[in-house]
């Protein structure tokens, strides 16, 4: 990929990121007003739902970053997307802080608290979809930034206490939560996407098979006779 496709793609994914659990004015969210849940059961359908396709733009992005076929480039990909990720989840914490005052049931459900709540959970699952495909440079920059470390915790914190996450993100969370030490690992634990890699990068070359020349035989040391 030359310079200038890159930065193309760069500015595309710069724009995707801000629609992909990053916090966009025009990004998919849970409208109480129009939507109406009529009860808790009704609301959390409504935004798993959401979720759900939001997840799969999320994971498109993360196939974009594994195409560019780069490993230069991918690091620069991963060092923007990081930092933003992780600036909006510090923002969304700190804004859900002082609504609640440090009690979450003191959290007014309006608009304003559905959109931080939401940008907490999409940006743990992405981080979660991040740490596990590229875990060699995620724990790069994760392991060594005391801040990061706490915003995740938090986050993840949040993110399971509102239960408004389905099944597969909820794996995809627990198993980050392994991969990067938060909880113990598990006796069964491995990352399914290093596992995939190990595998492919191990596969061995194929080899071109060499003809056996036929050693020329000298004159035998015993069974023939010599004239002389």
């Not at 920059?141 to 389905?166: C, P, R, S």
Request: overall charge positive; glycine content about 4%; aromatic content about 8%.
């Amino acid at each position: 990929m030359t310079n200038i496709s890159f930065f193309i793609t760069l500015i595309g994914f710069v724009f995707l990121m801000s629609c992909v659990g990053i916090k966009c004015e025009e990004q998919e969210q849970l409208d109480l007003q129009n939507e109406k849940p009529k009860n808790a059961e009704e609301f959390k359908n409504l935004y798993v739902k959401m979720l759900i396709n939001k997840r799969k733009t999320q994971q498109d992005a993360v196939k974009r970053i594994l195409e560019l076929g780069d490993k230069k480039k991918e690091k620069e990909m991963l060092k923007l997307v990081l930092n933003k990720l992780f600036d909006t989840l510090k923002n969304s914490l700190e804004t859900l802080a002082k609504k609640s005052d440090g009690k979450s049931e003191s959290l007014k459900l309006d608009q304003s608290t559905i959109s931080d709540v939401s940008s907490v959970i999409e940006n743990t699952a992405f981080a979660a979809d991040l740490s596990l495909h590229f875990p060699k440079y995620f724990h790069k920059v994760y392991d060594k930034n005391k801040n990061w470390q706490f915003t995740l915790e938090a986050a993840i914190g949040v993110t399971l206490q509102t239960g408004l996450i389905d099944e597969q993100t909820g794996k995809a969370i627990n198993l980050m939560s392994q991969e990067l030490n938060i909880i113990d690992k598990e006796a069964d634990f491995a990352n399914p996407y290093s596992q995939k890699k190990v595998v492919e990068d191990s596969q061995p070359e194929p080899q071109i098979k060499k003809k056996k020349e036929k050693k020329k035989r000298g004159p035998g040391l015993s069974g023939g006779k010599v004239d002389l």
